[in-house]
């Protein structure tokens, strides 16, 4: 289950590990929101279709770029849709799935209001 | 991959213009560098000019292909030069053909074509496949085994000096001996003869005597004793002269090895990273020092397998979760293999995942590392198993 304290977007976790530099955190949340973009709608069309093994597959891809990008709530929040969807456990993904789509609409949110805050560092 | 193949060169042989036209106008806007060669007897000649890496065999016969492919073998002088990969064209008939001599490493790839293809985009992204996968080879650094050939030279080379600098002190030692044994046996004659000189006087023995024993102990010395001690120098010398040629001969066949495995050993080792996510490719990207290593990557099991397969890597970096196999399913395959088994992989797991840290060692991984990461402890597991000396 997803931690209280996680918040949307945790840049320094990122800064953590690749540094500072604003085009190159920029570079990685663009790539980031691609794969959001690929693999939230394969997870929401998997859970609608209660296929865990889709589940559980979208879930994995999403969890550790987040966790990496410091998009600390929807990174906990994968890891325990996929764990649930491993163990098939359709009770515990009804409970947890329906945080899914605000949690994720408000990362997108901070990712892209951090990639203008990092575009307009870069130089030009 | 991110490469897209665009830039490679494609040449088409095919038996006749207007075959290779429909292919050539089905891929250009793709892969714009694209030639065809219908003449038999052009074909080497085409394909030294062309230098194609991508070769496509689009005749109606398998069998033709065949033969026309062994023809360019034979007579194309840059064709063993030119790395490039190869889709063989065929009919519905001969697919099962086709797949046998792909499958027996003749061919890379076919595609079904004639009478009629439904699927339009495959020869193009078989086309692409090539191309990705000869931009791997490209960029996917050395084979270890030849890190463990230069290896052995460089160990080769002082045991060679140490080698012939123990011969020389040993030629050396017995010059040296031989000298003080024409010495020794010289003034002991001279001892001797001197010796028996103050005897003969004593004795009052006439000065002719005593010249003449003198002058006999001299001829003996001379003629018998000296001889051989310089027949026994003499020997030294051609010893001397035949360590030297074969030191000569071997140096310079040393040194090229030397100098091949230099360049060998100063390729940075190639680390295969098995992931298929952009944001954590990206990452590694920018962690692991491009100077230091080659990076290569597969979003899949399958890909990985094959890269490893063309060039194994020093090490693979391998997710658990792939589109295709698992991670795991993967480092078995890899294990079974001879010469991939002693590849060291590395899983990268999440926290929750004990049981499949357990399935990955069992199944032969070296290691896990687990995410998120932090830089210090990713290059620390890539140090455990690249040498840093290495890979500096």
Same mark, same amino acid.
């Given at each position: 289950m997803s931690d209280h304290n996680a918040v949307e977007l945790e840049v320094a976790v990122l800064h953590a590990l690749v540094g500072e530099e604003a085009a190159v955190v920029a570079g990685l949340l663009s790539t980031y929101l691609n794969t959001l973009g690929q693999s939230a709608p394969q997870l929401i069309c998997a859970l609608a279709m209660r296929d865990s093994h889709g589940v559980c597959r979208a879930a994995h891809v999403m969890k550790s770029p987040s966790l990496c990008v410091g998009a600390l709530l929807l990174g906990q929040l994968c890891g325990a849709l996929e764990e649930a969807a491993r163990a098939a456990d359709w009770p515990r993904l009804d409970a947890v799935a329906p945080s899914f789509e605000p949690v994720l609409a408000r990362t997108i949110r901070a990712v #892209?209001?951090?990639?203008? !805050? +990092?575009r307009r560092q870069v130089p030009a | 991959m991110t490469t897209t193949g665009e830039s490679e060169k494609v040449l088409v042989f095919a038996a006749a213009a207007a075959d290779a036209d429909v292919i050539r106008k089905a891929l250009e806007v793709e892969f714009p560098a694209i030639?065809?060669?219908w003449e038999p007897d052009h074909a080497a000649d085409d394909f030294d000019r062309h230098q194609p890496s991508i070769v496509i065999l689009a005749f109606h016969k398998v069998e033709t292909s065949e033969q026309y492919y062994l023809a360019l073998f034979r007579n194309a002088r840059s064709i063993a030069k030119v790395q490039h990969r190869t889709i063989l064209l065929c009919n519905k008939d001969e697919v099962r053909a086709a797949y046998a001599l792909c499958r027996g490493g003749c061919f890379d790839d076919y595609v =079904? $074509?004639?009478p009629v293809t439904f699927d339009q985009p495959r020869l193009a992204m078989s086309v692409r496949l090539a191309a990705r996968e000869l931009a791997a080879c490209r960029n996917g650094g050395n084979d270890p085994r030849l890190g463990e050939m230069a290896r052995a030279v460089e160990q080769v080379q002082p045991i060679f000096d140490r080698g012939l600098s123990h011969s020389d002190r040993c030629l050396i030692a017995a010059d040296d001996a031989v000298r003080y044994l024409a010495d020794g046996i010289g003034?002991?004659?001279q001892d001797a003869a001197s010796g028996l000189g103050d005897r003969l006087v004593a004795m009052k023995a006439g000065s002719g005597v005593i010249r003449e024993v003198k002058r006999h102990l001299g001829m003996l010395a001379e003629e018998k004793v000296l001889p051989q001690v310089r027949e026994a120098a003499n020997a030294i010398g051609p010893a001397r002269e035949s360590l +030297? +040629?074969?030191?000569?001969a071997v140096r310079p066949k040393l040194d090229a090895a030397r100098k091949l495995a230099g360049e060998v050993a100063s390729e940075p080792p190639t680390i295969l990273i098995v992931e298929d996510e952009e944001t954590q490719r990206r990452i590694y990207s920018h962690l692991l020092d491009r100077t230091r290593y080659n990076l290569a990557f597969a979003s899949s099991g399958t890909e990985a397998l094959k890269l490893a397969t063309r060039r194994p890597p020093a090490l693979i970096l391998m997710d658990v979760m792939l589109p295709d196999l698992t991670g795991v399913e993967v480092t078995r395959r890899l294990k079974s293999s001879d010469t991939l088994a002693g590849v060291p992989v590395v899983m990268i797991t999440g926290r929750s995942e004990r049981e499949i840290v357990m399935q990955s060692l069992a199944a032969g991984a070296a290691d896990f590392l687990v995410k998120p990461f932090t830089p210090q402890s990713l290059q =620390? #597991? !890539?140090? =455990? $198993?690249?040498d840093p000396r290495v890979a500096a």
């Open positions: #892209k209001l951090h990639i203008d !805050v +990092a | 030639a065809c060669s =079904q $074509y004639w003034s002991a004659m +030297a +040629a074969a030191a000569a =620390q #597991k !890539v140090e =455990q $198993y690249i």
